[in-house]
């Protein structure tokens, strides 16, 4: 069974750089059936896609997000990395990286998830 697991910095403050690492357990994220993923929710606010990590290594970025959030792989460790620059107070937000199933698009299996507090 697949397990993700998020890591970062709790409290950054504005206009620093944020590096947010998913670790993934039980499968590997050069899999060509599977797609990867980070995904937030700033408080009182609906889900937000951030990135996402797809077939033979595949990076998309939300539009709203490509000036300062790009994607590090590093299949060795089976991990991926979301790294957000020029933060602001309202990057704030629970981080959850996720896979997500590349035919029909559903996620099926999420980490716990990170607190990013942007504040000085």
């Known amino acids: 069974q697949v397990q993700l697991r998020e890591s970062g910095p709790g409290l950054v403050k504005p206009s620093q750089t944020v590096s947010l690492t998913c670790t993934v357990s039980g499968d590997s994220i050069t899999s060509n059936d599977y797609y990867w993923t980070w995904i937030r929710q700033p408080p009182d606010r609906g889900l937000e896609w951030i990135v996402y ?3 033979a290594g595949r990076v998309d970025v939300d539009p709203s997000l490509e000036r300062r959030a790009s994607l590090l792989r ?3 460790s089976n991990q991926f990395t979301l790294r957000l620059t020029s933060v602001f107070p309202n990057d704030t ?3 959850y990286c996720a896979k997500g199933l590349i035919n029909g698009g559903a ?3 999420w980490g ?3 607190l990013v507090t942007v504040s000085s």
Request: hydrophobic share 45%.
């Open 53 to 55: 990590l797809g077939y």
């Open 74 to 76: 590093d299949t060795a």
């Open 93 to 95: 937000a629970i981080y």
């Open 107 to 109: 996620i099926i299996a």
């Open 112 to 114: 716990q998830g990170t």
